[in-house]
């Protein structure tokens, strides 16, 4: 019952806004053709209507021209096996599959596979015998998707910075702590069960940083063909440049993470090296943040990571962790002072 549940629900709501977008534009597509086009119910307008509403405009274009596309296929193979077989049962069920593998040998989207069917179906099963029927229905789809994409691009058209803009201040946030984190663990003696901890708390940084590339392509994809994208564009371009910073500290601070994991030793904490890299983590969590937020005001304050740490002599005792510390901060130090300057 459980998978049940999950299988039928959806993790967050749609926005309330695109439903209210989708019934008007499902309304309006039905008066609209009803008026122009006399004749059956404008159920193809209605349709088309209501599945070409997206969360951003570009994606209602996609889906307008792949609904479009299925209908005028499948209504054009219907109507033409119609013309030479009639409309019997077999031909109905033929049409159908013929819409599939013609789909299928096209390479066309799912959307446009299944409505080649459906549409091949509809009309042979409802229009075969009304003159005109097919052509009615592709002007319907037509009307219906054009419907659909100007209501969603007049009425608030949507713009998706705010999630990545929030994804990426977490990613942000969460990099800056997990320094600390780190910086700790080499600071204090810590237990077996702690160390778990702090990896399994490092490798949720990929993730996250994913879920931030993911929230930034959608906002770029609600900017396409937006009469809004203007004032937008540079925000989403500064959030793009933040995580190609932080990707490669992500990948850095994860092997670090890994490598006190590996190699820890409690007697780390009593290693000047050691508690100077600790100190160098501290410095790179506060410039993180630094470089982070947005101002300019916040980009004018000094950094805390100035210079690489330099050691003259290996350490008598875990120089190999040391070392690999040391490679991994010194390319920090090289991504955070490269956004400062």
Do not use: C
């Amino acid at each position: 019952m459980r998978r049940l549940h999950t299988s039928i629900r959806a993790a967050q709501r749609a926005p309330l806004l695109l439903v209210v977008k989708s019934a008007l534009a499902t309304g309006g597509a039905w008066l609209l053709s009803e008026a122009l086009l006399p004749g059956p119910p404008p159920v193809f307008a209605a349709i088309a209507a209501l599945l070409v509403v997206q969360p951003s405009i570009n994606q209602s274009f996609s889906k307008a021209i792949e609904r479009s596309v299925g209908v005028i296929t499948g209504v054009l193979l219907a109507s033409t096996l119609g013309v030479f077989f009639g409309n019997h049962t077999w031909v109905i069920l033929t049409a159908a599959a013929s819409g599939l593998l013609l789909a299928w040998a096209l390479r066309l989207s799912p959307g446009a596979s299944s409505q080649i069917a459906i549409s091949a179906i509809l009309v042979l099963s409802l229009g075969a015998a009304t003159p005109g029927y097919a052509f009615g229905r592709v002007a319907e789809t037509l009307l219906g998707a054009a419907i659909g994409v100007v209501v969603n691009a007049l009425l608030v058209p949507p713009v998706m910075v705010d999630p990545a803009r929030e994804s990426t201040a977490r990613l942000r946030d969460e990099i800056a702590a997990s320094l600390e984190r780190l910086a700790d663990a080499l600071s204090t003696v810590r237990t077996p069960g702690q160390l778990e901890t702090l990896m399994v708390e490092a490798r949720l940084l990929r993730p996250m940083r994913d879920a931030a590339e993911k929230a930034i392509t959608t906002g770029t994809e609600s900017l396409a063909l937006n009469p809004r994208s203007g004032r937008h564009r540079s925000e989403l371009a500064d959030l793009s440049r933040m995580l190609g910073l932080y990707t490669p500290i992500v990948t850095q601070l994860v092997g670090m993470t890994r490598a006190v994991y590996d190699h820890y030793s409690p007697d780390l904490v009593d290693e000047p090296h050691v508690r100077a890299i600790a100190d160098q983590l501290r410095r790179a969590a506060r410039d993180v943040e630094r470089v982070g937020k947005p101002g300019a005001a916040a980009r004018e304050q000094p950094p805390a990571l100035t210079t690489p740490l330099q050691i003259a002599t290996a350490p008598a005792s875990n120089w190999v962790l040391i070392g690999s510390l040391l490679e991994d901060l010194h390319r920090i130090h090289t991504s955070l002072t490269a956004e400062t300057d």
